[in-house]
């Protein structure tokens, strides 16, 4: 990087889009355009290096990229589009001053395409919008302009039209965002302020931290100070990414790069810290809101052994994902494991695939559930992760759950079938907007607990794919909530407790009793298996004993024989119901916790 050009001559932007509209294909023809790749190396979805990122075709982890553009230097943040990932596209905007807003000309706006963009308005980004898919047989353009205008009041004639499948119109896409992002401000010679957005952990050199200067500069080898960890570092490494890693001496402000500071813990190295120097320190930065964990469940490892490895692990990808939260906890039924936290259903899924894979563990996840809020009698309030930690019925006075606002973009001819989702769902709808002749939008008041189960599966196979959700938190309300636990032979199992509405527990407790019935393998004795409220017991099955056959070897002579024999018999199954322990086996477990409607 001979001869770092002017601050005015940089451009900082990210790409901002709902699931599948594009940004990462239009990443692939960003870099070739301005030759950052050689063909030879190209492959599609060049900045998604995760394989699950690749198989999934999802986006999971902010990246960053500085390109060569005619005389301008970009900086390229490509983001993350699902709901569950939000907080990076958060983190990311505060490092720009552009957003490339890409909405598929075939579908339109989409419920994340509004959530996204609404955040970057609130940043004080400049939005540059773009129609992607231009080729497809099916795009209307002109229809999904007028669309953008009205929704968002971006105006239609400036909406660029592009195709990153085939590269049409990304030439005049780059010169549009060299033309109207602002290039960043930010004094030189002011004491360093560098804000941290993204770190990952690497092996062999400790945190790789991706960082944006706002004022001053990070020099190689200059003593640093971490405000928020209160810890001094010193600066091994800075470089950018063009993409692969090229290290410099100096990043000056408004300039995208990584730092390596040979921090071995994961903790000091947050994200949303502000690097000064450790001399002459300077203010930190405004941070970002910590995400909180909405889904909660527990992780165990299905080999006791592996409890040590689980911890390291997790501790490790914290530091990749530091969003998900994590204490220790014990089960009577699973033994040691860990509760943790998670910003919804697809960031379990993937957390859970990633310590799978990466750190080659086989785990067991306990049924998903949210954050209660139990008001108990002498006032206290005691807040509830684990459904088996409510606290008794007679000592509670009442209990809140979460609720969120849900945004849904539904084709006109599936309104009624959502309506009837959300209705089933416990929903209350508080608006319903026509944004064209034949696209509605919906908004419903839903508690969190209706939508971590499969509110999302539903809602896609209902609207064949068409319908789009976005949610957000919205409180606590009071709600009619009781604890459905399972006995086996009596003895309660707490991997299966859970807190559902008063007019679904009976429901739940049907379904679960048969469902187990039919998983749990017989025994010499009756297993009664039974569903409860408290001391009331509102379902029950039977997994009736095997039998063996005591009077094989008593054949002929009198009956009493026999009956002495049978009634030696009942005597020991009793006994052993006494004191035998039913097994349930890991295959059980996992399929009754993914119990489907």
Partial sequence: MAGVPPIERFRSFSIIAHIDHGKSTLADRILERCGAVDPRDMRAQYLDTMDLERERGITIKAQN?????????????????????????????????GA??????????????????????EADLTIVAALNKIDLPAAEPD??????????????????????????????????????????TGDPDAPLQALMFDSIYDPYRGVVSSVRVFNGK?????????????????????GVRTPDMTPVPVLGPGEVGYLIAGIKDVGEARVGETVTN????????????????????????????EYAELRESLEKLRLNDSSFTWEPETSGALGFGFRCGFLGLLHMEITRERLEREYGLSLVATAPNVEYQAHLLDGRVEIVDN??????????????????????????????????????RRGDMTKMEYLSEDRVELVYSLPLAEIVMDFFD????????????DYEPSGYRRSALVKVDVLLNAVPVDAFSTIVHKDKAYDYGRRMTNKLRE???????????????GGRIIARETVKAKRKDVIAKCYGGDISRKRKLLDRQKEGKKRMKQIGRVEVPQEAFVAALTLDD
């Fill in 278 to 305: 450790a001399a002459h320190r300077a203010e930190p930065l405004p941070g970002y809101r910590e995400p909180k964990p909405m889904v909660f469940c527990g992780l165990y490892p299905v080999d006791g052994d």
């Fill in 458 to 469: 539903q809602m896609k196979s209902r609207t064949k794919g068409y319908a789009s959700l």
């Fill in 65 to 97: 990229v500085r390109l060569q553009w005619k005389d301008h230097v970009l900086q390229l943040i490509d983001t993350p589009g699902h709901v569950d990932f939000g907080y990076e596209v958060s983190r990311s905007l505060a490092a720009c001053e």
């Fill in 143 to 184: 229809r999904r302009g007028e669309e953008i205008e009205k929704v968002l009041g971006i105006p239609a004639d400036e909406i660029l039209r592009i195709s990153a499948k085939t590269g049409e119109g990304v030439e005049a896409l780059l010169d549009a965002l060299v033309a109207r992002v602002p290039p960043p």
């Fill in 218 to 238: 990070l020099v190689s080898g200059s003593k640093l100070y971490y405000l928020q960890a209160g810890a001094p570092h010193d600066a091994e490494e800075i």
């Fill in 387 to 424: 459904p088996s930690s409510l606290p008794p019925t007679n000592d509670t006075d009442f209990i809140e759950e979460p609720y969120v606002t849900v945004t849904m973009l539904t084709p006109t001819e599936f309104v009624g079938t959502l309506m009837e989702l959300c209705q089933q």
């Fill in 100 to 121: 490339l807003l890409l909405v598929d000309a075939s579908q339109g706006i989409e419920a994340q395409t509004l959530a996204n963009c609404y955040a970057a308005l």
């Fill in 519 to 533: 998983l749990i393998p017989r025994q010499l004795f009756d297993v009664p298996i039974q569903a409860a409220i």
